[in-house]
């Protein structure tokens, strides 16, 4: 289980997260949904220790995160999939692998796991330059579930695609978190992403989470009816 | 209190930044980093560097021996050419030229692919892939700089003699043999030494402002055309600096 116990942070006068205090258990697939700009990336950087938190801390399994300890069981999917440039498709998948398997072994690995987000393995010898954003995608998808992680966050997984491609990512990371039992958080504007890849969804506002709850139930949440009803509109206002 | 504050804040800030680059610079040198990255840098900063600090040193050296000649002729020390172009090259020009060339080249390339790896949340991504972004971008960029440049700078020397020999030969009548003869005879290998240890000094500067200002390097594309510019211009200085002091510590 990760806990967030009143994390807090401000970026000069501007306070992001003003006490957060929020669970995800073990198994668990949590999306945060949020205005832009509401700190949910930030959120996500205190938890991972890349931003330091002003207040609060963060536990995993009722411990301290241990940074080191975490992030060896840890998987992510960034936003604009944040595949090294230097490296091919299949060296980007397989990057932490290499650190301790030779290249042969990472590599069919790689292709395993490339083939599990729906990529034919002859893009593995690709450069990211010569990929699509939906492909991009994948290729980071895959590169987060490459060491079967324990935890992935997703940030934002289907900012610039189109509907299509959109919900095939969804449906692939929902399958992934179902079949490896990872707990998982995503960030997200998208409520079409939100009932597919959650189990719960939380809503992050001025600071605080405004809702906590199953998203079988979200339709009937008050905080959400406005952020529901615009969500064919896009990303934009809720009541919140 | 109004102008004790003017000089207390800029000096509090310079000297919180110098701190910083040096803790910056010690965590980028303990350690050696990955071969093979370093390997790759040492493509990037040496082997492509090549052409362009062989043609600055052959221009500069071929330019130096017309100077040198006609301003020698004036007290009838013609005959000083190969010995002062040897020495100037190997002692200054070799080293700072070179240094400059290679800041312009790599500090700016090194500032903006980090830069551009800060704000394309790449080097957040490494951090969630259990790898330390100053083990595996800065210190075989650090290291594969220092290795290289000091080469460089021989290569430099050599062609810039090279140059010199070449003007001197056909244009200002001396003979090849007793032109060669007069560069050796007049060196030194302290100045060799001193220009080549200046090399990797400067080679460090230029690594390190690159690593520095990519790693701090604003969002979007203008960040990180701000970081690029900063790097080259303090790479510049550095080197300029550095090589004011240096010079000072080993020749006087």
Redesign the interface.
């Given at each position: 289980m990760i806990r967030m116990d009143g994390l807090t942070k401000s970026f000069g006068a501007k306070r992001v997260l003003d006490g957060v205090d929020l669970s995800v258990a073990t198994g668990e697939s949590l999306c945060v949904i949020g205005q832009s700009g509401t700190g949910k990336s930030v959120l996500l950087?205190c938890i991972?220790?890349?931003e330091r938190p002003d207040a609060g801390q963060v536990l995993w399994d009722g411990q301290p995160l241990d940074r080191?300890r975490f992030?060896?069981r840890?998987?992510?999917l960034?936003?604009?999939a944040?595949?090294?440039?230097s490296l091919s498709v299949w060296q980007n998948v397989a990057?932490?692998l290499r650190?301790r398997m030779d290249d042969r072994r990472a590599r069919a690995i790689a292709l395993d796991k490339l083939a599990r987000v729906g990529l034919a393995a002859d893009i593995a010898d690709l450069m990211p330059a010569q990929l699509s954003g939906g492909m991009a995608k994948r290729v980071g998808l895959a590169?987060a579930i490459a060491d079967d992680p324990a935890v992935i966050?997703f940030d934002e997984p289907t900012t610039g695609l189109d509907p299509i491609r959109a919900r095939a990512i969804d449906a692939l990371i929902r399958g992934i978190v179902t079949e490896t039992g990872a707990t998982a958080i995503t960030i997200t504007h998208d409520m079409a992403s939100c009932r597919i890849i959650g189990d719960r969804v939380a809503l992050l506002a001025d600071g605080r989470i405004a809702h906590d709850g199953p998203v079988a139930d979200m339709d009937g949440a008050p905080a959400l009816a406005g952020f529901l009803g615009n969500a064919d509109a896009g990303p934009g206002e809720h009541a919140g | 209190m109004t102008p004790i504050r003017a000089i207390g804040r800029p000096a509090l800030r310079a000297t919180r930044t110098i701190g910083a680059v040096a803790l910056f610079a010690a965590r980028g040198l303990s350690g050696f980093g990955p071969p093979r990255a370093i390997l790759r840098q040492m493509v990037q900063i040496g082997w492509l560097s090549l052409p362009v600090v062989g043609l600055t040193a052959l221009f500069t050296g071929a330019a130096l021996a017309l100077q040198i000649h006609s301003g020698g002729e004036r007290f009838q020390a013609g005959d000083v050419v190969p010995a002062i172009v040897a020495i100037g090259m190997v002692r200054e020009l070799g080293p700072v030229l070179g240094g400059l060339m290679v800041a312009a080249r790599v500090a700016s390339s090194i500032a903006a692919e980090i830069g551009t790896m800060r704000v394309t949340e790449q080097i957040d991504a490494l951090v969630t892939l259990s790898t330390d972004p100053m083990r595996w971008l800065v210190t075989p960029r650090l290291w594969a700089a220092i290795l290289c440049m000091p080469v460089l700078v021989a290569t430099g020397d050599i062609i810039g003699i090279m140059g010199g020999w070449l003007v001197g030969t056909t244009s200002l009548g001396f003979n090849s043999a007793s032109y060669i003869a007069n560069s050796w005879a007049y060196l030194e290998p302290w100045d060799v030494t001193s220009g080549l240890i200046k090399g990797a000094f400067f080679g460090l500067v230029v690594a390190l402002s690159g690593c520095w200002f990519g790693m701090r390097s604003g969002r979007g594309a203008a960040g990180v055309g701000r970081a690029t510019t900063n790097a080259v211009v303090a790479a510049a200085v550095g080197i300029l600096a550095a090589n004011f002091a240096l010079t000072g510590l080993f020749f006087e």
């Open positions: 950087k991972l220790g890349l080191a992030m060896a840890f998987g992510m960034f936003q604009g944040a595949l090294f440039d990057f932490r650190q590169r966050f | -």
